[in-house]
């Protein structure tokens, strides 16, 4: 930052030379105490959440919910990077009473950051075995439901409410769900997962449909080979969403859709 501004001070008296420099600066002075302001306001962020980052350094699980509950729960700061970043160190140590306790104080405190998160909170349904309660949480938030809402994570809670359902032995609803999105996902992640899903279980426990569910896990295989041609394209893609907690836990099945597409 120090550099740049050193940079901005100094490139008009070199391009424009003194007399059209001085004049560019008497009018644009204004620019050097943005900088600054901007350099300071990055400094005082680092400095306050200088804990979090060096207990992140460590990944010092504990700790770092110690400091996130201290700021969040007891200080009431909801803010939704706090909320996260604290949902997503439960998941780390498989909390589920805390993930569970969270999302009471956050339905009284601030309800909008539980449908932010639902695919965490749905997430750590599934975690802990609630198979059921996942499905009815997502299933609230598909259209129709009374939690329905738009956003770009609208795919992935549609795929989860299906894969909620084969967990459940739900088997012809699951079905249903991963047929449609075999045909519909734009996402060729969530695509290649029901294609796979269909193929390798579904078919295997529904005998009557098991034809027309290969024939569907087919269609899925080649849409997904038209968006990533090669294995490495969605390798990369991969790379681009594992960050996420809701992917991360699905790697294992992720490699396996993989191995079905491009076998």
Known sequence: MIF???????????VLGKDLALGFWKSSWF?????????????????????????????????????????VIRQGRYSPRLVRLLLNTYLVLSDARAISELEKKLAIAKSGLIEHNALIFGTARILTKDYEGAAVFFSDRLPGGPRYKTGPHAEWIRWYYGF???????????????????????DGILTGLSAYFL?????????ARAR???????IGKERV??????????????KRVETEIYVTVLSSYINLAAEYVYA
């Open 4 to 14: 740049f501004i050193a940079m901005v001070v100094i490139i008009p008296f070199t």
């Open 199 to 207: 193929n390798n279980n579904l078919a295997g426990f529904l005998s």
């Open 225 to 238: 080979r038209q968006s990533f041609r090669h294995r490495s394209g969605w390798n990369r893609e991969i």
């Open 31 to 71: 620019l050097i105490p943005l900088v600054f302001a901007l350099l300071a306001a990055v400094d005082l962020y680092f400095v306050v959440n200088y804990r979090i980052f060096f207990l992140l350094e460590k990944e010092d699980w504990p700790a770092l919910i110690r400091e996130l509950e201290a700021r």
């Open 164 to 186: 909620s359902l084969l967990l459940s032995r739900r088997f012809g609803e699951a079905a249903d769900v991963f047929s449609l999105m075999v045909r519909n996902a734009r």
């Open 212 to 218: 027309q569910l290969r024939e569907d896990a087919k």
